[in-house]
């Protein structure tokens, strides 16, 4: 209803509205270019703060995590997988179907596995490992027998007795896993109720006070006593779920009850130097009073020991050498069987073996980075060649911390800076800055071994980055609105376009710069406006101002304002024009023979003549868009302007069309000139010379350059208060000129006749004062 009324018609007329709109469009940019980035990266460095207060890897970032592991699965995918060591042999002997078809159901025979155990030896493998446990006794046959005999056949149950050491299959199995010198494998659980087996001996055992980064197992499954006590050493077979259940991790030292127990892959390594993995030296870095986290495991080498890094939790990314299988794999049953290939002799002599199985009904399937189905069993191949070629990946120290800051210092560029960038400019820094972060990321990734986790951060470059473009549209837009709208009625449409294309190049504040201005009347529109009725006043005016404003533009000018039928236009803004005064002129004397074709027009149809007269000016201006926020306009103001006015309102005086100031005259030397008359315009103390435009340079006939010759020497003799002479020269000039050019010469005469009459003063420099405007 308010917008229907006469209230809102009202509103309308005086601008309220753009004043409204433009508070609301400042404050949305305000609020929207500033203050949305702000805050989306105070909200990210919150999260990669957090990420810091990881406590015994209880807090996970669900989101940010997932991102990450999306990240760096390509990343893994994409990159140079970590190479297979030469100097080393890593073999996975493989329980796999076909091992389960010849060999029977697992768990096989432990008899079964005592002969493994030695066609292994005999094959020359240095180290054998069990990525399976052997937490149970196997049944003893001779006992089982015995007891079911014992009712019926008492003395074949009891000669069955005398079998019992015989058939202890898990004693021999023991004995040849101390003869194979075997590494054995072990579990630990989140859950103190499971407690099963015997634990290998401990790495070191911890001060009970010390607060260590660490996952929290609190129960675990080992082997048999028998084995364990038989066994090398033991490993710990578990590795680091994510999140999403994908394998990327390992740990190199792990907690349980007050100690530190080795993985499977160091206990390995250990064997096969020959070297006690409980004597296995590694270090911790305090962070606080009885706090600290792990930094380092010694690996043994045929020269020289060398220190792994760790992440603070111990464990390290497992450095996937390819896709499963990548690795040696030799089927159990051919081992038993004696059924190996040459090839496979070779790779089993000095060989480290890893036993395990790639059944899909064992149930040891992982799924990887690389593979969804990947053999658990090679997952600790990959960590013992990655321990063996010292191609060991961790977290680096302070990598959130790192990117808390890089965040904080992006999210200030992209407020600060880079949101003044045009949506194009932007789209480029934008991806420069992701090419940067990832390269960065693959550089320390591929060259220093170690993990940043940047997915936080490429995603905040991202919404930043996305955000100010479509910010830096829609401001564009209002901007190139704003520019249509501005200068829509005052500059052509061609001018507009080179606007849109470098917004730079225009101001609305407020600027002093060097303009020419015009102005242009229609002499005698009183008496014009009275013989006409106002439609049909309405339609000459339309009929002058539309070529008129067509020259202007034609001419890159500016129209300024239409007051009744003055024409007001400026040249030089918005836009640079260096040949402003020269582009005005010729607009100028256009706009002349444009009237006379118009008048001719005009008196054909019975309407009364028009004639024009131009003022123009150069000079320092005050420019930019003025007004209350009511009503604006972009405007020139300053003396300069007003001279221009007054130029203009004297060509009548003098019977010229056009005058000009003595700045565009200087500004305008490819033009033929009339000197006019030194004046002193109505408020103005400094005299000013004027002039008349008559042609261009070069195209001024004899007789008018003659003419123009002797008025030159006509005015020097007026000037030298030489009134005979002075009189005598403008009545010759009078007989022999044209109309046109006759009025100036009838005034220079009337004003020697009134200052014969006058008593000079003795620096009279021949200015006229003008009294009226």
């Known amino acids: 209803m308010f917008k229907n009324s006469a209230m809102w018609s009202l509103v309308q007329r005086t601008g309220l509205t753009r004043g409204v709109g433009h508070a609301v469009v400042g404050v949305w940019r305000f609020v929207s270019s500033r203050w949305v980035p702000l805050l989306t990266t105070l909200l990210a460095v919150v999260v990669a703060v957090e990420e810091l207060r990881r406590d015994e890897a209880k807090y996970q970032n669900v989101i940010f995590d997932r991102l990450d592991y999306v990240y760096y699965d390509t990343r893994l995918a994409l ?34 596995l005592v ?21 149970e006794p196997e049944r003893n046959l001779a006992l089982e027998m015995s007891d079911l005999l014992q009712s019926e056949e008492p003395t074949i149950a009891t000669r069955l007795r005398d079998f019992e050491q015989q058939v202890d299959f898990d004693v ?46 609190i129960g675990y499954v080992g082997n048999l006593g028998l084995f364990q006590e038989a066994a090398s050493s033991a490993g710990l077979i578990n590795p680091i779920p994510d999140l999403d259940g994908v394998i990327r991790r390992v740990p190199l030292l792990e907690y349980y009850n007050g100690s530190l127990y080795p993985s499977l892959g160091l206990a390995s390594l250990y064997n096969y130097f020959l070297i006690d993995v409980a004597d296995a030296p590694f270090g911790l870095r305090a962070t606080g009073e009885n706090e600290a986290v ?59 073996v890893l036993i395990g199985t790639s059944a899909l009904g064992l149930l040891d399937l992982r ?85 940043v986790p940047v997915s936080s951060l490429l995603l905040l470059i991202l919404l930043l980055g996305v955000f100010n473009m479509l910010e830096g549209f829609l401001r564009e837009r209002s901007s190139r609105q704003e520019v249509r709208s501005m200068f829509g009625q005052y500059v052509p449409s061609e001018y507009i376009d080179i606007m849109l294309n470098d917004p730079d190049s225009i101001n609305f504040e ?20 009275e ?93 930019g868009d003025m007004g209350s926020e009511y009503r604006r306009s972009y405007t020139v103001l300053g003396d300069a302007v007003n001279l221009g006015s007054r130029l203009e309102s ?82 010759a000039l009078l007989m022999t000129s044209t109309p046109q050019r006759a009025k100036l010469y009838t005034v220079y005469l009337g004003r020697i006749a009134d200052l014969r009459t006058q008593t000079l003063s003795a620096n009279w420099d021949g200015a006229y004062r003008h009294t009226s405007k």
């Open 294 to 352: 792990f930094s380092w495991v010694e690996i043994p080498a045929e020269e020289q020991a060398h220190q792994v890094l760790t992440s603070k939790d111990g464990s390290v990314y497992v450095p996937y050498a390819g896709a499963k299988k990548t690795f040696p794999y030799i089927s159990a049953t051919d081992v038993l069987r004696g059924t190996l290939t040459e090839q496979e002799r070779l790779q089993l002599d000095g060989a480290i």
């Open 79 to 112: 990159l140079p997988k970590t190479p297979i060591t030469k100097d080393f042999s890593v073999v996975v002997l493989d329980i796999d179907e076909r091992s389960l078809a010849a060999e029977g159901r697992w768990p096989w025979s432990r008899a079964k």
């Open 531 to 623: 013989q006409l009725t106002a439609t049909q006043l309405k339609g000459l005016l339309n009929r002058y101002f539309t070529p008129i404003t067509g020259i202007i533009f034609n001419r890159k000018g500016t129209i300024d304002k239409y007051v009744g039928d003055m024409v007001m236009a400026f040249w030089g803004a918005p836009l640079e024009d260096p040949q402003h005064a020269e582009h005005a002129l010729e607009a100028a004397i256009d706009m002349i023979n444009k009237t006379a074709e118009l008048r001719d027009e005009f008196v054909a149809e019975g309407l009364p003549a028009v004639e024009i007269g131009i003022g123009l000016n150069t000079g320092s201006m005050n420019v």
């Open 172 to 217: 021999l199995f023991a004995e040849s896993i101390a003869e194979a010198n075997a590494v054995l494998g072990y579990v630990l659980y989140p859950n103190e109720e499971i407690q099963v087996g015997a634990l290998p001996a401990p790495v070191e055992t911890l001060d009970p006070d010390l607060n260590l980064l660490r996952r929290n197992y």
């Open 367 to 451: 799924s990887t980075p690389l593979d969804s189905t990947y053999p658990g069993v090679e997952v600790h191949a990959n960590v013992i060649n990655g321990l063996l070629s010292d191609q060991l990946r961790r977290d680096l120290d302070g990598g959130h911390a790192m990117v808390a800051i890089t965040m904080l210092i992006l999210g200030a560029l992209y407020v600060l800076v880079f949101r003044r960038f045009g949506p194009f400019s932007l789209l480029g820094v934008t991806v420069l800055l992701m090419v940067v972060v990832v390269a960065g990321n693959v550089y320390l990734w591929q060259v220093q071994l170690v993990n």
């Open 650 to 731: 004297l060509t009548k005086f003098y019977g010229v069309k056009i005058l000009v100031g003595p700045e565009t005259y200087t500004q305008c030397p490819n033009y033929f000139f009339r000197f006019i008359d030194r004046i002193m315009v109505k408020g103005k103390e400094e005299p000013i010379e004027c002039y008349e435009p008559l042609c261009r340079q070069g195209e001024q006939s004899p007789e008018l350059q003659a003419e123009i010759d002797a008025y030159n020497a006509a005015y020097a003799l007026y000037r030298q208060q030489q009134w005979q002479e002075a009189s005598d020269a403008f009545a």
């Open 115 to 135: 002969d493994l155990n030695r066609q292994l030896m005999d094959a020359g493998v240095y180290t054998i490992t069990y990525d399976v446990l052997f937490s």
């Open 510 to 529: 407020g600027a002093n710069k060097e303009l020419t201005v015009l102005f242009s009347d229609i002499r005698s529109f009183t008496t014009i406006s």
